[in-house]
């Protein structure tokens, strides 16, 4: 099994060495960095980073800049940790999109169950969006081939799963009636791409909401 990475950034060498000590002590792969834009570097360095722990009041970049450029091309987990108990402080750490807040001083114990709990969380996110599709009320499971929506589920045909599919996957991308029939049958299927108009006019008929876009003259998409 291999063992999460945990980024560590905070300048008091006393606790990030304690940090890291204790995270190396429940087998987590430890990567530390002493500020902000040092923390940044090494995020942007490796790619096998599953979490961060960070200090707010840091040099050169504090954890409010460090967190804003994290989530410019990333949604790792955030647990931000200081001496700061202000709720403002914390309310501002949330609308940058971290996912815990520990004060310090605080408990090594409260801080692994914390640490587990998002990694766990994560973990169930990350499975749950590699099998699923999801586009406002619908949602397609890819492991059983079915599709609901609000009202339970949705009867489709092999075909009409894949179409839709197809036109999820590519959202806000107009898809043609051929890349259709070459996606779903093919080079080797001859036939009327008026099959396609066929398909999705069933499509329509058995889903509520109004996805699917006719494209004059191309074929179709669904918005982004």
Request: overall charge negative.
């Amino acid at each position: 099994m291999i063992m999460p990475t945990i980024l560590v950034v905070e300048d008091d060498n006393d606790i990030r060495e304690l940090i890291s000590e204790f995270l190396l002590s429940q087998q987590y792969h430890v990567k530390l960095a002493s500020d902000g834009l040092e923390g940044f570097t090494m995020f942007q360095q490796y790619e096998d980073i599953d979490l961060i722990i960070m200090d707010i009041m840091m040099p050169n970049m504090d954890g409010f800049q460090f967190c804003q450029l994290i989530r410019q091309q990333s949604e790792v987990p955030i647990i931000m940790l200081t001496a700061l108990e202000d709720d403002v402080e914390q309310i501002k750490g949330f609308e940058l999109g971290i996912d815990d807040y520990i004060t310090k001083p605080f408990s090594f114990n409260i801080l692994i169950k914390r640490v587990e709990a998002i990694l766990r969380r994560n973990k169930r996110t990350k499975v749950k969006s590699s099998t699923q599709l999801i586009y406002e009320n619908l949602i397609l499971d890819l492991q059983s081939y079915q599709a609901y929506e609000e009202n339970g589920l949705v009867n489709l045909t092999k075909k009409e799963f894949e179409l839709l599919q197809l036109l999820m996957e590519n959202k806000g991308k107009v898809i043609t009636r051929e890349m259709m029939i070459d996606k779903l049958w093919g080079y080797d299927f001859y036939a009327d791409t008026r099959v396609i108009d066929t398909h999705i006019k069933n499509l329509r008929k058995k889903i509520n909401g109004d996805y699917i876009k006719t494209v004059v003259g191309l074929g179709y998409k669904i918005n982004e």
